[in-house]
C-alpha cells in the first residue's frame, strides 16, 4: 500500500507539472480555461477565481486542464479553436516541455545535495558479490596488495590483472593493518561472457557547486532522454519481451526496486518517469498531444483537417490508449501470480 501510494504521489506531481505547461501558455495567448484540477473523481475541494475553476479531486491519480475551444462542440471567442497554428503548437507541446523541465531541475538539485557515486581508482574493495568464491573471506574496504604475487597500486591493476585469469587466485589484503592471504577462483559469467571473481572497486560520494551542478545536470538529462529513447525504439523494435513491459502495476514494482536503493534513487524516477512520460506524449498517436500536434501542423501547411472528424480519431485514440492500459495491466498481475 505505501509503494501505491508513493507510485500515485509521483505519477500526480508529473501530471500536474505536465498540465500546469498547458495551463500557463493557454492563459499566456488568453484562452479561457474552465478548469484546472489536481487528481480525478469526484471534487473535494474547489475555487473559482476569474473564468477557471481550481479544483482538487479524490483520486490522487494525475489531473487535467480543460481548455476551452479545442472540442468540435465547445467553439468559442478567444477559444483555442481561433488561435493561429504556432500558439496551439506551443499550448500543446508546453506540457512535454515542462516534464523535461521537472527532469532538468531534479538532476540539477541532486548534483548540488545528493551528488554522484564515481569510482574510487584505489585497489579498495567495495562490493563483494553473493555467488563470489571471495564472498566469505574478501570485506568491503579490503585493500587489495598483490594478485599472484604481482603488485596491484590501482583498482585498474586489478581488473588488468584479473581479466587475464580463469582458474585460482591467490589476493594479498590489508585490513585494519594486518596482512592476509586470500585464495579465490574465478567463474566463468554467461551474461559477461568472461571469467570473473565477482568483486568490485570502492566508490565516493562527489558533489557539485551550483555552476558544475547546471553542466551535470544537462549531461545527465541528455543520459536519461538517451536511456528513454533508446528503450523506446527496442519496444518499438520488438526487442522487449511482452512480459519485460510494465503497466501500472508494473510501476509499481518498480518503485519498490527504487525505494529499497534509497530515497535518492526515488528521486531520481522520478526524473526519468517525467521524460519517459514526456517523450510518450509526443508520440504522433490519436489522444496523446503529439498526435493533437500533428494535426496543428497540418494546419499550418494549409491542410486543416475538419475538427469533428479530428476529434472522433482522437476519441478512437483514447479508447485504443485505455485498452492498452487495460491490457498491460492484465498483463503486470499475469507476471505477478504466473512465474
Given amino acids: 500500500m505505501v509503494y501505491l501510494l508513493i507510485t500515485l504521489l509521483m505519477l500526480t506531481l508529473i501530471a500536474f507539472v505536465h498540465e500546469l505547461g498547458?495551463?500557463?501558455?493557454?492563459?499566456?495567448?488568453?484562452?479561457?480555461?474552465?478548469?484546472?484540477?489536481?487528481?480525478?473523481?469526484?471534487?473535494?475541494?474547489?475555487?473559482?477565481?476569474?473564468?477557471?475553476?481550481?479544483?482538487?479531486?479524490?483520486?490522487?491519480?494525475?489531473?487535467?486542464?480543460?481548455i476551452d475551444g479545442m472540442e468540435p462542440d465547445n467553439e468559442m471567442e478567444n477559444g483555442f479553436n481561433t488561435k493561429k497554428p504556432y500558439q496551439k503548437f506551443i499550448i500543446l507541446v508546453a506540457g512535454v516541455f515542462m516534464n523535461f523541465v521537472l527532469a532538468y531541475i531534479i538532476l540539477f538539485f541532486m548534483a548540488i545535495f545528493i551528488g554522484e557515486l564515481k569510482p574510487n581508482n584505489n585497489p579498495i574493495v567495495g562490493n563483494v558479490s553473493k555467488d563470489s568464491s571471495v564472498y566469505s573471506t574478501l570485506k568491503k574496504g579490503d585493500r587489495i596488495i598483490s594478485i599472484d604475487n604481482e603488485k596491484v597500486e590501482t583498482w585498474d591493476d586489478i581488473i588488468k590483472k584479473l581479466s587475464i585469469k580463469k582458474s585460482d587466485v591467490n589476493l594479498i589484503i590489508s585490513r585494519n593493518n594486518k596482512i592476509i592471504k586470500i585464495k579465490g577462483k574465478m567463474k566463468y559469467n554467461e551474461n559477461a561472457k568472461r571469467y570473473l571473481l565477482g568483486i568490485s572497486g570502492d566508490v565516493i560520494n562527489v558533489k557539485y557547486g551550483i555552476g558544475q551542478s547546471f553542466i551535470k545536470a544537462g549531461d545527465n538529462f541528455i543520459k536519461v532522454f538517451?536511456?528513454?529513447?533508446?528503450?523506446?525504439?527496442?519496444?518499438?523494435?520488438?526487442?522487449?519481451?511482452?512480459?519485460?513491459?510494465?503497466?501500472?502495476?508494473?510501476?509499481?514494482?518498480?518503485?519498490?526496486?527504487?525505494?529499497?536503493?534509497?530515497?535518492?534513487?526515488?528521486?531520481?524516477?522520478?526524473?526519468?518517469?517525467?521524460?519517459?512520460?514526456?517523450?510518450?506524449?509526443?508520440?504522433?498517436?490519436?489522444?496523446?498531444?503529439?498526435?493533437?500536434?500533428?494535426?496543428?501542423?497540418?494546419?499550418?501547411?494549409?491542410?486543416?483537417?475538419?475538427?469533428?472528424?479530428?476529434?472522433?480519431?482522437?476519441?478512437?485514440?483514447?479508447?485504443?490508449?485505455?485498452?492498452?492500459?487495460?491490457?498491460?495491466?492484465?498483463?503486470?498481475?499475469k507476471n505477478i501470480f504466473i512465474k
Fill in 226 to 333: 538517451d536511456l528513454t529513447f533508446k528503450g523506446l525504439k527496442m519496444l518499438v523494435a520488438g526487442k522487449v519481451k511482452s512480459n519485460e513491459i510494465a503497466g501500472p502495476v508494473g510501476v509499481v514494482k518498480v518503485v519498490k526496486t527504487f525505494s529499497a536503493w534509497g530515497v535518492s534513487s526515488l528521486i531520481f524516477l522520478i526524473a526519468l518517469l517525467s521524460v519517459n512520460i514526456g517523450i510518450v506524449n509526443l508520440f504522433p498517436l490519436p489522444a496523446l498531444d503529439g498526435g493533437r500536434i500533428i494535426f496543428v501542423i497540418l494546419e499550418g501547411l494549409g491542410m486543416k483537417v475538419n475538427r469533428t472528424v479530428e476529434e472522433n480519431i482522437h476519441k478512437v485514440g483514447f479508447i485504443l490508449l485505455l485498452s492498452l492500459i487495460v491490457l498491460l495491466t492484465f498483463n503486470d498481475i
Fill in 22 to 66: 498547458h495551463f500557463t501558455m493557454a492563459k499566456f495567448f488568453k484562452v479561457p480555461v474552465s478548469e484546472f484540477s489536481l487528481g480525478m473523481g469526484p471534487k473535494l475541494f474547489s475555487k473559482k477565481k476569474n473564468e477557471t475553476v481550481y479544483s482538487l479531486r479524490a483520486l490522487p491519480i494525475g489531473g487535467f486542464v480543460n
